[in-house]
Nanobody
Framework: QVQLVESGGGLVQVGGSLRLSCAAS????????MDWYRQAPGKQRELVAR???????IYADSVKGRFTANRDNAKNTVWLQMHDLKPEDTGVYFC?????????WGQGTQVTVSS
């Protein structure tokens, strides 16, 4: 059972940048899908970025051109680099791993963008 721990969230002003990290407790080399989701207050959790083992990354339209996701299989880590942050980017950001035996989630890290 893989454990995911997010870090890097915080309070930032509009236009600022943050880099989120997701550290896995075991190798992510064979994990096909790792994602970043976010959940704003009163809203459903939404996909922000998908980082597959193979193939192109997928981004939500709202973050294209501003966010970049990447994975380092050697370090068992997935990152989300966020630039030009907007108030609507505020929420709890979750790391997710899709394994054959099920889905695994981190505890989330809060991102707050102040205007």
């Amino acid at each position: 059972q893989v454990q995911l721990v997010e870090s890097g969230g915080g309070l930032v002003q509009v236009g600022g940048s943050l880099r989120l990290s997701c550290a896995a407790s075991e190798s992510i080399f064979s994990i096909n899908i790792m994602d970043w989701y976010r959940q704003a207050p009163g809203k459903q959790r939404e996909l922000v970025a998908r980082v597959p083992r193979w193939g192109s990354r997928i981004y939500a339209d709202s973050v294209k051109g501003r966010f970049t996701a990447n994975r380092d299989n050697a370090k068992n880590t997935v990152w989300l680099q966020m630039h030009d942050l907007k108030p609507e980017d505020t929420g709890v950001y979750f790391c997710h791993a899709e394994l054959t035996q099920g889905d695994y989630w981190g505890q989330g890290t809060q991102v707050t963008v102040s205007s």
